[in-house]
């Protein structure tokens, strides 16, 4: 193939931060790595002294790890699951969204299923889950799903990057070995075309059910004990629901990020933060709706062990948190949502971040009121994380920051080709879709 | 054969000399003050305080607490790698070396009666002379709980084995049960007719705790009469 090199890429926006990073990058990773080490020091330790070193006891026995188990892999919801939808549905302003949200899933899950072995207490007999793993535990069922998510949503990751890591070979970009290793002879014929255009198809109706499955039976793991606040059939739609909704919060976040840093502002126009904001107030509401049905009908049945749960959540120790999340998930990005005055980004990415809090508070107000009110009379104290836990929370978010910068520096976090392919074909095929709906009068298209 | 306990609260006074029974019999860990204050001491039979009614006339009632041995146990249902199950004498047992410390089986128990080993059990120099050598000292991270004293069962077994006879309500007790000094405690065969838990367990005063969830519990209460 003859290279282009040197010349000027139409998209060279999306190629800058590849071919020239810049040294307040170096800075950044340089910080990042440092807390990641100091995590794993802290981690160490953890293994070394036993799990006593956590704030977690009797009866209140997870904590921080489960909730933020529950938390990054609800934010892995955003990626595959979205961008699956969004091709799925032909919507054509997802060509610069798929790829960012996909990294988001890749790397978030890898950390999000970390954290249950992170919360054993003894991480060195891990394999006993696979010699002598009980297929009737539900977190077997969720050992099997997560590795199910990370391995499809990984290759749907990967199959619509090739044309792209095609680009970076041929412009030459180093390190020459991975871009001629990864885009595995992609010369853009029109059989590779189809047969990516199959692959794709094919993971998409794939991921699907796989990515509502994985949050589903997370929240199997509460849902299949008998303990009040937790033994609900909604729980698995609750849980996808609240999954979902994370996901597009952090999916904003980022492409906020993304925007400013990368000075993306041609890619990442307002009508993208518009659309996928608005989706974020349809799932706003529609958690509403979850929470309210769920905490209803807990109080109408008025189950002593179940109220005692309630009140704990509503006006006792947990209060606070559970207001606050409230506010969060609900008020705060509603009002600012609705109003299309105050949908500007800056109103778009207070939205996200409250609800990215809300949705991690959540988490603890599910697992830890069940667990501090048992059914039986208990001293009680209250769950009170240490340093160890903190440190374990900001290690696994460096390390996401960490994993996407590592991959921007790499690959393109905008899918170069998929946005040429818009360019060229996107108004003709959506001129044509458009036609093929209308009723037929006289002049019929040829259609699909 | 089915293992069972009847608790008779009548007879019961509170004492706490079963906690202190079990306690040493089966090597529980003794955990620091500060530890304790936590919520981490690890007590396989345990006091509930219970409060009865308001104040003119509250009632304040202590009961011994033992791992209920459901015969449908939530925790063995979640376990991820088999190391708690229920064998065919109906005891609840736990696997040590195979637990991985997920604690899934201390969220899913409706009666809280499982203890974790938050640090390496330690004991002090002139309590480490009496650990019971029939017991397996644990590792930290791993999850304990009553055992209705069960290597007391092997070496019954032993000894009716060795003497050419069928096993006696005598020749397996648990340390509660024989420390009792009311007599409280009463353990046996809940199949056997010739037991006294049998005829006990089907007192008119006979309860279980929260029978309502399906657990079945083989701990059985004797209320109180007053």
Redesign the interface.
């Known amino acids: 193939m003859d290279k282009v090199s040197a010349t000027p890429h139409q998209d060279a926006p999306l190629l800058r931060p590849i071919e020239s990073p810049s040294r307040n990058y170096y800075i950044i990773m340089g910080i990042l790595l440092a807390i990641v080490l100091y995590t794993g020091y802290v981690y160490l330790r953890q293994v070394l002294f036993g799990l006593g070193v956590t704030g977690m006891a009797q009866p209140v026995t997870w904590g921080f790890y489960i909730i933020n188990f529950v938390f990054f892999i609800g934010i892995s919801h955003a990626g595959t699951l979205i961008s699956a939808i969004l091709r799925l549905s032909k919507a054509e302003w997802r060509r610069p969204i798929t790829r960012m949200a996909e990294v988001i899933t890749a790397i978030v899950l890898a950390i999000g299923g970390l954290h249950p072995i992170i919360d054993l207490g003894r991480p060195d007999r891990m394999s006993h889950l696979f010699f002598n793993g009980r297929l009737q535990s539900p977190l077997l069922w969720d050992v099997t799903s997560i590795t199910a998510y990370f391995t499809a949503s990984t290759i749907y990751l990967y199959i619509p990057m090739i044309p792209d890591i095609a680009i970076l070979r041929d412009r030459g970009v180093r390190p020459r070995w991975l871009y001629e290793f990864l885009s595995w002879g992609w010369q853009g014929t029109e059989r590779q075309h189809k047969v990516l255009d199959r692959a794709m198809n094919i993971l998409m109706v794939v991921v699907i059910p796989i990515a509502v499955s994985v949050h589903t039976i997370i929240s199997y793991i509460f849902a299949m004990t008998v303990q009040p606040g937790w033994h609900s059939t909604i729980f698995g739609p609750y849980f996808v629901v609240g999954a979902i909704f994370s996901g597009i919060a952090a999916i904003l976040v980022l492409m906020i990020v993304f925007r400013k840093v990368f000075r993306l502002e041609g890619y990442l126009k307002h009508i993208h933060f518009n659309y996928l904001s608005i989706l974020l107030l349809i799932m706003s509401l529609l958690w509403f709706y979850f929470t309210f049905s769920e905490y209803l009908t807990g109080y109408y049945g008025h189950e002593p062990n179940e109220m005692r749960v309630f009140w704990y959540k509503f006006s006792g120790d947990f209060a606070p948190y559970f207001w606050a999340m409230i506010i969060c998930n609900f008020f705060l990005p509603v009002l600012i949502l609705c109003n299309r005055k105050t949908r500007t980004i800056p109103g778009i990415l207070i939205a996200s971040i409250s609800v990215i809090i809300g949705m991690w508070l959540e988490r603890l107000i599910i697992v830890v009121p069940s667990l501090a009110n048992p059914r039986l009379p208990y001293p009680t104290g209250i769950y009170i994380p240490t340093h160890t836990e903190w440190m374990l929370f900001i290690g696994g978010v460096s390390v996401f920051v960490l994993g996407y910068m590592t991959f921007a520096r790499f690959f393109p976090v905008i899918s170069i080709w998929e946005i040429e392919e818009g360019r060229k074909e996107g108004a003709k095929t959506v001129a044509e879709r458009v036609s093929s709906y209308m009723p037929d009068s006289g002049s019929t298209s040829a259609g699909e | 054969m089915k293992w069972g306990m009847v608790i008779d609260l009548q007879k019961c006074t509170g004492c706490g000399e079963c906690v202190a029974a079990c306690k040493l019999e089966n090597n529980v860990a003794i955990v620091e003050p500060k ?1 304790s ?5 690890m007590l396989w039979m345990d006091l ?4 009865e009614g308001e104040y003119p006339r509250l009632r304040v009632r202590q009961i011994p ?1 033992p791992c209920m041995h459901c015969e449908h146990p ?1 925790c063995t ?7 708690t199950y229920i064998n065919e004498e109906g005891i609840v047992a736990q696997i040590y070396p ?7 089986c ?3 128990c ?3 009666v ?7 059990p330690e004991w002090a120099p002139g309590i480490r002379d009496t650990v019971n050598p029939d017991v397996s000292v644990r ?5 304990e709980k009553c055992t209705f004293c069960v290597h007391r069962l092997q070496k019954g077994k032993e000894q009716a084995k060795s003497e050419a006879r069928e096993l006696r309500e005598n020749d397996f007790q648990p340390a509660c049960a024989e420390s009792c000094p009311t007599g409280a405690i009463v353990f046996g065969d809940l199949e056997n007719t010739g037991h006294r838990v049998n005829q006990l367990a089907h007192s008119p005063r006979a309860t279980k ?2 029978e309502d ?1 399906g657990t079945e519990p083989k701990v059985i209460y004797l209320k109180e009469v007053d």
Not at chain 2, 77 to 83: I, L, M, N, S, T
Request: hydrophobic residues 40%; proline residues 6%; contains cysteine.
């Open positions: 530890e204050a936590m919520g981490r001491t509930l305080t219970i409060h607490r939530p249902k979640v376990c991820p790698v088999r190391a195979q637990c991985i410390g997920c604690r899934y201390m969220a899913a409706p009666y809280t499982k203890s974790f080993n938050w640090y390496k590792l930290d991270g791993v999850v705790l929260l969830l």
